[in-house]
């Protein structure tokens, strides 16, 4: 069965740190981009971040000097590497596989996706 599985989401203080999994089964990632999505209540689903086939990351800004991506294709998995999380960074993340990156990922550009894991941010 083709699909991405996510874990390690979780309840954190902010300023804190959670570092978000997901593994992909029934097929490889080596040829595709890797994105990390998130939606909050009442909000419509944003890119996080995404890794190209070659190892290029982007980032969204509010991303950018706080979150790390990587993946590793002999495992057939993407890490998203959370730090000085915000209360404004909770939501449900998602991770989703696409032909590429671009310079602002879009939900539409993505084909498969993961389930989802909560990431919730407390004060």
């Known amino acids: 069965e083709v699909q991405l599985v996510e874990s390690g989401g979780g309840l954190v203080q902010a300023g804190g740190s959670l570092t978000l999994s997901c593994a992909a089964s029934g097929f490889t990632v080596k040829d595709y981009a890797l994105g990390w999505f998130r939606q909050a209540p009442g909000k419509e689903r944003e890119a996080v971040s995404c890794i190209t086939s070659d190892f290029s990351p982007i980032y969204m800004s509010y991303a950018k000097g706080r979150f790390t991506i990587s993946r590793d294709n002999g495992l057939n998995t993407v890490r998203l590497q959370m730090n000085s999380l915000k209360l404004e960074d909770t939501a449900v993340y998602y991770c989703?596989?696409?032909?590429?990156?671009?310079?602002?990922?879009?939900?539409?550009?993505?084909?498969?996706w993961g389930q989802g894991t909560q990431v919730t941010v407390s004060s």
């Open positions: 989703a596989v696409g032909h590429g990156c671009y310079s602002d990922p879009r939900p539409a550009d993505f084909g498969l």
